[in-house]
DNA sequence: CCACAGGACGGCT
DNA sequence: AGCCGTCCTGTG
């Protein structure tokens, strides 16, 4: 178990839950267990200590700071953020402390290929079942957790075999991706360094990858902000609250209006919505 | 049983 | 270039 003292804004329990994580179990006690790329962890706030406990305690305090991002300093974005759209104020400081999850590239692209024309719990059970059929096994607090698989860990398997999983009509997407960096012919590590522009046309060239789908594994595994990735609760929340109207129209007001933070501004956006609601 | 929700694709204009 | 039917699974 590790304590890190948290220096800047931090809400673990928006930032776990607000949707940019699949494979998370809130526990009766409150906290959530969190399966990482190589480890299964435990967090929960104490006051101002976040506190870790891990199935691999080994160099943790620094995974930690790197997948919760807390050493990024988000006031100056929530301060452009609001600069520049008065109404996403209420947003912008009801989700001050919410940060971006640094995700697992090749886990992030099975998820979101998964998560085309489908909904969150399905998508969910998707990646838990190929993770049990594939993954290597960790018990952890007496629980038995599955790590999601790495693409060589799933070179053999079938378009049946993804199907199985309950991924439906994007069995051949997912087997196409894993077959193309099986053979070299992509390499996940090039788009942290390519513009966003030029890494979205590049994931937009495979199958079963397209503009929401791209732009979501930009902003959760590669950190690039300035995509602006546009699902149908988006589209549904610029015409009541913006009245713009058809994904031209939107790219080009988030681009104007939110430019290189669009992808904050989408998380802030979604994560009042949701909370506000209830 | 049917209606519906959720993005990418391909075939059509 | 843009529109629309289709793909699969789960829920109400």
Redesign the pocket.
Known sequence: MIKIKIEKPFKLNDTVTCGQIFRFFKQDDGSFDIILKDRVINVYMDGDLLCVSSSDENDLERVIRNYFDLDNDYSVMNSFLIKHDAKLTDAVLFSNGLTMIKQDPFETVMEYII?????V??IA?ALNNIAVKYGKKVTFNNKEYYLFPEYKDLKDVSEEGY?SC????RDK?LKSMVDKLNNKEINLNQFYDLDTKDALNKF?E?????????SCILLFAYQKYDVFPI???VKKVMKRDYNIEGE?NIRAFASKTYGKYSGIAIQYLFNYGRNKEK
Do not use: E, H, L
């Open positions: 998560s085309a024309n489908n909904g719990p399905q059970n199907r309950k991924v439906g009509f997407y937009m495979n199958a079963g990858i397209g503009p929401k789908v791209a699902d149908t609760w031209k």
